[in-house]
């Protein structure tokens, strides 16, 4: 395990380096990255979304189909090869979590299979994971993790919780203000709330275990979005955080299992290029302003007035609700599965590249997964030509 001077973070028994890769959908973090992050001591994090991407054979399968139980089928097979392959690479070391997101359609079927091939967590955000309790009764030896990002969210989740005398194993407090991809704010002039602010979610939680009679070191509270130096993760350390979760981060490190195009796209964006939209999952989302991007934001207001229930576009019906299918005006107008997986395979015009706000700790450079760790462990910097 690397070394820190930071207190190390215990989920269930296990004791691992107090940084998160958080997961990142379609494919951005499959076995490689997850299995390098927790190979180093740390916690590796796989995006349950859509992985057949990733493997040849079972995309030939279903490439041209509309067959839903097929696609779902075969994504299965793909997510128990990437939780084996990230095992195998983490040798051991840290932990390996599942990222399934709550608006997914077959949310259900993602945990459990997670649970069954091994993971050592399940991570849910994109809505409340109220029944992820039952669906991992089976399986206790599975640290469960909520994301949420306000106190509102996190009081809802443990009273719920509580009631069928279950705890989260930690909480990712994401703050909806800087974070990449779907945020967890409802309307996109909320994602600058106060509220969100770590310091307040911080503060108004400890309180909460408080009077719910928790000690405050039974959840660890995980803090993500925006940060982007080892000072930073110093005091948000000093705050009560128990570990950081970063996203664009490892996104663009060699180990990241998109196309070195997507990382490009990622690490030379410039801040006026970032923008925030609703997505078709009916949440704001963060993205970089790619041609496609572009394009669609100027016809967006146009596409939501004559939205209509239509069919899925590709037959895999992959969202419980999506704006475009189910005709959903104040949602995003696009198949968000099409245009992440350009960007997973490296289509710069085309495709819809998730980033968070901030700068990066490296500039525009890609850097190892060691180094990155080891900058935010200790506050040296790697030598960058
Ligand atoms: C390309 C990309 C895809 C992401 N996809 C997901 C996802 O599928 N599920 C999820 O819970 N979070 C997702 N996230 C959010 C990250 O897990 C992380 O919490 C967030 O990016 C932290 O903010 P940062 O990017 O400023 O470090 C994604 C982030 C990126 C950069
Ligand atoms: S149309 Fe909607 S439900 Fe169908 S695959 Fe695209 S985003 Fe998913």
């Not at 969100?196 to 509270?221: C, D, M």
Request: glycine letters at 8%; hydrophobic letters at 45%; charged letters at 25%.
């Amino acid at each position: 395990m690397l070394k820190t001077a930071f207190r190390l973070l215990k989920i269930k028994e296990k004791i691992v380096l107090p940084i998160v890769q958080g997961g990142m959908g379609i494919g951005v973090s499959a076995h490689r990255l997850a299995g390098s992050v927790a190979r180093l001591g740390a916690v590796g994090t796989i995006s349950s979304v859509d992985l057949r991407r990733h493997h040849p054979d079972l995309m030939a399968q279903t490439e041209r189909s509309r067959d839903k139980a097929l696609i779902n089928a075969v994504n299965l097979t793909a997510l128990d090869r990437e939780i084996r392959a990230a095992k195998t690479l983490a040798n051991g070391h840290g932990m390996i979590a599942v990222n399934v997101m709550r608006a997914v359609a077959d949310y259900a079927a993602y945990v459990r299979q997670s649970c069954e091939s091994g993971a050592d967590a399940v991570v849910v955000g994109a809505g409340l994971p109220l029944d992820l309790p039952e669906l991992t009764a089976n399986y206790p030896d599975v640290a469960l993790i909520p994301i949420l990002s306000d106190a509102r969210g996190i009081s809802l989740v443990l009273k719920k919780w509580m009631r069928k005398n279950r705890l989260p194993d930690a909480i990712v407090i994401e703050s909806p203000r800087y974070a990449a991809g779907h945020l967890g704010a409802a309307r996109l002039e909320d994602v600058s709330d106060p509220r969100f602010a770590f310091k307040a979610v911080l503060e108004s939680t400890f309180e909460l275990l408080k009077e719910l009679g928790l000690e405050r070191e039974k959840i660890p509270l995980i803090v993500a979005g925006g940060i982007t130096s080892h000072e930073q993760m110093g005091e948000l350390m000093a705050l009560g955080a128990s570990a950081i979760q970063l996203g664009t981060p490892f996104a663009v490190t060699q180990e990241g299992d998109a196309h070195p195009n997507f990382k490009t796209v990622l690490a030379e964006a410039r801040p006026e290029d970032i923008v925030t939209f609703m997505s078709v999952a009916g949440l704001p989302a963060r993205a970089v302003r790619t041609p496609w991007l572009a394009r669609y934001l100027e016809k967006e207001a146009k596409l939501q007035k004559k939205a209509g229930v239509k069919q899925c576009t590709v037959g895999f019906d992959c969202l419980q609700q999506c704006g475009l299918r189910d005709g959903i005006g104040k949602a995003g107008q696009f198949c968000i599965d099409t245009q992440l997986a350009f960007a997973l395979n490296g289509d710069v015009k085309r495709g819809l590249f998730f980033r968070g706000s901030e700068s990066l700790p490296f500039g525009n450079a890609i850097r190892p997964v060691r180094e990155l760790l080891e900058y935010f462990l200790t506050g040296l910097r790697p030598i960058i030509a």
